[in-house]
T-cell receptor, first 114, second 112 residues
Framework: NAGVTQTPKFRVLKTGQSMTLLCAQDMNHEYMYWYRQDPGMGLRLIHYSVGEGTTAKGEVPDGYNVSRLKKQNFLLGLESAAPSQTSVYFC?????????????FGPGTRLTVL | GQNIDQPTEMTATEGAIVQINCTYQTSGFNGLFWYQQHAGEAPTFLSYNVLDGLEEKGRFSSFLSRSKGYSYLLLKELQMKDSASYLCAVRDWVGNTDKLIFGTGTRLQVFP
């Protein structure tokens, strides 16, 4: 099993450009999450999904959109990138809603917006 | 509201024992996790507590007191490879779903 994978690993964008980050998991997990991690801020939840075809807003959703058309994939879109979106983005998945189900994280995408 | 506090940095010596504390305030507590994150890498799961008491897993142990809103991660027989950030995260019920709320992490440096 590859676990949780993310594409791309690194990206540099100019302000106003758009891009999509892809997250894929091969563990048949129901729940998937997108976080951003900034120095001194910890991991903050952007959007999440509790199943195929469903999405919901997290703590910092502005400027991002998501889609979960297939159970194994969770896409994060930036329509018009801003320097404030420079961050490391982590995707995570979780088997189900049982409280002890831990989240498995992907390797991260390092995004710089100039 | 939700709040999780843990020290920003700690240092320790190889072979020693270190305790990383975490205090939290949440409205719908549903479990506490500790994750390890090496620089430039993804967080990896270390431990889970939902009931009061100590959970031991090899060199790592985690303790929880729900009444005090307090947890600690205990690392024994420290090794150089334990140099990493340790993230305390609380599962909190909000509305009809639960979310994992992360602290800012404790950066542990182990010296020879």
């Amino acid at each position: 099993n590859a676990g949780v994978t993310q594409t791309p690993k690194f990206r540099v964008l100019k302000t106003g450009q758009s891009m999509t980050l892809l997250c894929a998991q091969d563990m048949n997990h129901e729940y998937m999450y997108w976080y951003r991690q900034d120095p001194g801020m910890g991991l903050r939840l952007i959007h999440y999904s509790v199943g195929e075809g469903t999405t919901a807003k997290g703590e910092v959703p502005d400027g991002y959109n998501v889609s979960r058309l297939k159970k194994q994939n969770f896409l994060l879109g930036l329509e018009s990138a801003a320097p404030s979106q420079t961050s490391v983005y982590f995707c995570a998945s979780r088997k189900g809603q049982l409280s002890y189900n831990e989240q498995f994280f992907g390797p991260g995408t390092r995004l710089t917006v100039l | 509201g939700q709040n999780i506090d843990q020290p920003t940095e700690m240092t320790a010596t190889e072979g020693a024992i270190v305790q990383i504390n975490c205090t939290y305030q949440t409205s719908g507590f549903n479990g506490l996790f500790w994750y390890q994150q090496h620089a430039g890498e993804a967080p990896t799961f270390l431990s889970y507590n939902v009931l009061d008491g100590l959970e031991e897993k090899g060199r790592f142990s985690s303790f929880l007191s729900r009444s005090k809103g307090y947890s600690y991660l205990l690392l024994k027989e420290l090794q150089m490879k334990d140099s990493a950030s340790y993230l305390c995260a609380v599962r909190d019920w909000v509305g009809n779903t639960d979310k994992l709320i992360f602290g800012t992490g404790t950066r542990l440096q182990v010296f020879p």
